[in-house]
């Protein structure tokens, strides 16, 4: 498909960027630096060239989406968000965000994204914090990956977190309120959705966005009682 093959050439430029980027480590200062940032840049140069042959050969063959949901392209990215690079980080959220955004992640990628996301959330830095809240919102966005309730809930507690960390820019903390405020309706859209629908099924169970809402229901009810709520 046309659009498939737009995307492919979009994420192939983001994947030679990065191959770029890291290969940028001959110098001794760039060692120095890869060093003090925990960046393993010579892994990630070569993840990210592994990534290309593996995209380079789903265009060619014009295979769909579904063949870019491997550990393979994914990985390079999650490998810059192991590090302390805010630069690179930045870089590789809004990749992943492209990735997510044209439902291109698997069930255990998506979980992979959620502990990234997690793990960067600790950076000082704006563009970094901001990255994440468009990653965060865009998951949520998606219905395959607001179905499970544990990672809904995670991806909501980030963003509830940046928000009330009295670090956080001015910038930040509105951003981060609009995304909670956006985040939570979009959880209870998609519950009245499938309560209305027949994504139970005949089984009559609950699917994952009907029990990420009840309990973000609850945790709101908690919270304005003086209890704790998401962790």
Known sequence: ??????????????????????????????????W??????????????RALLRLRAISQEG?????????????????????KNPKLIGAV???????????AVSDEGRQQVIQALNQVEKSSDDTVKLK?????????????????EEGAGQVLSLCIR??????????????????VRQAVALLFDHAVVDANGSSRGSSGVATGREVAAV??????MNMCAGEHGLQ
């Open 1 to 34: 498909m046309a659009s498939d093959a737009a995307f492919y050439e979009v994420l192939e430029a983001d994947l030679r960027s990065l191959s770029s980027e890291a290969r940028k480590t001959d110098s001794i200062a760039t060692q120095i630096t890869g």
């Open 36 to 49: 003090l940032q925990h960046t393993d840049f010579p892994l990630i140069k070569e993840c990210a060239e």
């Open 63 to 83: 295979k769909g989406i579904e063949a870019v949901r491997t550990k393979e392209i994914l990985r390079p990215f999650l490998l810059v968000c192991e590090s």
């Open 93 to 103: 959220l809004g990749s992943i965000q492209k990735l997510l955004a044209h439902n």
């Open 132 to 148: 994440i809240l468009q990653t965060a919102l865009t998951m949520l966005q998606n219905p395959s990956s607001s179905d499970n």
């Open 162 to 179: 940046i928000y009330c960390h009295n670090r956080s820019s001015p910038t930040v903390v509105s951003t981060a309120a609009a995304t």
């Open 215 to 220: 309990l973000l229901l609850q945790d709101l």
